[in-house]
């Protein structure tokens, strides 16, 4: 019989996460090994149930859980890691995270610390998360695993070189939020109305109404909607544009690399481990993405080349990464469900 691994996610509007966890439900590890996915109290309620009155044997060797943790889901963890081993996979909290959005750090890292102190396992997303959760000693490193998050990447590899001529596309997509930082992009595109470029962006969220607002009377700027086909997105655009203010890992530069495109990306967490000249990294602030647009925009111009080497750079470093991704789930899977 297969081990039993089962992943609990309440938010499946979570982008880069749903994306990942979905990929690793549907991947070939699926032959290995039992997954389920259901909410927490979907789980809670059916680990309640005696074994014996249960359609289906649904009693995990491990549970994988890959909501944010909170004050409140700290109860909801000691009930899962009651009932069978518990892996806690990082996907919401960075150093970046907490400079920004937390005004009372003590309390946030005693919470992160009881929380991770239940799990048998901690799994950061990236190396730049591990090093600020030892930094703080929010968790022993005994319990730390660090698997760069992963998704499909196929459809993203398939697409093929855009010729570089013409107007210059810029793209962005994502979750209209402050985390994305689209609003930055906005305003550096603002200062620089002059530059014939293009910019796409895709998505929706909280923040639709200002930044279009922002984007308001410039007839540069185009609002696709929600992509039902990212890759297809990818395939319009020259240079892709990241300008998060805090990122543990980031999908969306491992997207935009494995479809061969430059980027300009904000240094911060788990976006800088993952650029490897393929475009610009500058900080995360409108002077800085202004100058990259106008640099970049000069480039398509004056060396197009240096852009296709960008993209071709991006696209070399993420082959085989699903593969190794994968790999290395199978191996702690393997480990943790074993058992004693």
Known sequence: MKPRILHVLI???????TASVNSLLRSTLAEKFDFLLLTPQEALSQLSQPQSELKTQVKPELIVAHDACSWKFIFTLVQLRLRSRLCIQEHHYSEAFEAINVPSKWRFRLMLKLAYGIANRVITISYAQMDWMLKY???????????????ILEDFLAIPTKPLGGRLV???YGR??????IDLLLKAMQDLRDLDVELLIGGYGEDEATLRQLAEGDR?????GKLANVPEFLETCDVV???????????VLLEAKAAG???????VDGLTEQFEDCGLLVGANVEEIKSAIAKVANIHKTSPQTLIDWGDNGRQAVRGAWERYLAEWEQLLGQLSRKP
């Open 170 to 172: 810029l793209g962005v």
């Open 176 to 181: 209209f939020s402050a985390q994305k930082g």
């Open 241 to 251: 544009v990241i300008p998060s203010r805090w990122e543990p890992w980031g999908n």
């Open 11 to 17: 938010d499946r509007n979570l982008g880069g996460v």
């Open 137 to 151: 000693k929010l968790v022993k490193p005994r319990k730390l695993t660090v698997i760069q998050q992963c998704r």
């Open 261 to 267: 495109k430059p980027v300009i990306v904000t240094s």
């Open 220 to 224: 540069r700027i185009q609002f696709v």
